[in-house]
């Protein structure tokens, strides 16, 4: 149980009302951001209602989910200029979909400690002989660069196969999904735009 005081002094941050923000902004439900963070729904509306005060390591799990650092919940924007560092032993790997016995791909985001960040990018693993990931989509645009074996990528009614060195660029609104292809397993680089 919290003090009076340090009730008072988390409160002046607005960490519930943040989330909210960015949930909202990403068009993602309660739901969806449980899903994502492997936290249940009524956690999460709690937490956004001021009635609970996350921990840090849950605020990083929700945080990295909206590609921002804990600072955007403690800090004002600042004049420098943005630059980040993300050493690749300290990515974290996250399966599309939580609980699956076997991902459809796995992701590791390369830019999480960027505030308000105007693109996301991924490094991304599609092992082989897994099913396609869910269709999904996202308002603005996605480029997808293969870094060794096939992609085939599900987007309007079509599979197109990208191997290495092979790129793709494509409205994300539309449904898509991915699938690793042929019996080696698939990485790429993944950029999303928001619009």
Same mark, same amino acid.
């Given at each position: 149980?919290?003090?009076?005081?340090?009730? #008072?002094?988390?409160?002046?941050?607005?960490?519930?009302?943040?989330?909210?923000?960015?949930r909202l902004k990403k068009k993602l439900g309660l739901v969806?951001?449980?899903?994502?963070?492997?936290?249940?729904? !009524?956690?999460?509306?709690?937490?956004?209602?001021?009635?609970?005060?996350?921990t840090l390591p849950t605020l990083l799990r929700i945080a990295?989910?909206?590609?921002?650092?804990?600072?955007?919940?403690?800090?004002? #924007?600042?004049?420098?200029?943005? /630059? !980040? =560092?993300?050493?690749?032993? $300290?990515?974290?790997?996250?399966?599309?979909?939580?609980? $699956?016995?076997?991902?459809? +791909?796995?992701?590791?985001?390369?830019?999480?400690?960027?505030? $308000?960040?105007?693109?996301? #990018?991924? +490094?991304? %693993?599609?092992?082989?002989?897994?099913? !396609?990931?869910? !269709?999904?989509?996202? #308002?603005?645009?996605?480029?997808?660069? =293969?870094?060794?074996?096939?992609?085939?990528?599900? /987007?309007?009614?079509?599979?197109?196969?990208? %191997?290495?060195?092979?790129?793709? +660029?494509?409205?994300?609104?539309?449904?898509?999904?991915?699938?690793? %292809?042929?019996?080696?397993?698939?990485?790429? /680089?993944?950029?999303?735009?928001?619009?």
């Open positions: 149980m919290l003090s009076d005081t340090l009730t #008072a002094g988390l409160e002046r941050y607005r960490i519930g009302a943040k989330i909210r923000t960015l969806q951001l449980g899903e994502h963070t492997g936290l249940s729904p !009524a956690m999460l509306s709690k937490i956004e209602r001021g009635q609970l005060f996350p990295m989910v909206f590609g921002v650092g804990l600072e955007h919940f403690f800090v004002e #924007a600042s004049e420098r200029p943005t /630059i !980040a =560092v993300v050493r690749k032993k $300290d990515r974290l790997r996250l399966p599309d979909q939580a609980g $699956d016995a076997i991902p459809s +791909y796995f992701f590791e985001s390369l830019d999480f400690p960027v505030t $308000d960040r105007k693109l996301q #990018a991924f +490094y991304a %693993e599609f092992p082989s002989r897994s099913d !396609a990931s869910e !269709a999904h989509q996202h #308002a603005g645009a996605e480029l997808i660069y =293969v870094l060794k074996g096939r992609l085939a990528v599900g /987007i309007a009614g079509d599979d197109v196969v990208l %191997e290495k060195g092979d790129a793709m +660029y494509f409205d994300s609104g539309a449904p898509h999904s991915y699938r690793g %292809e042929g019996t080696s397993e698939c990485s790429a /680089i993944v950029v999303t735009v928001p619009k």
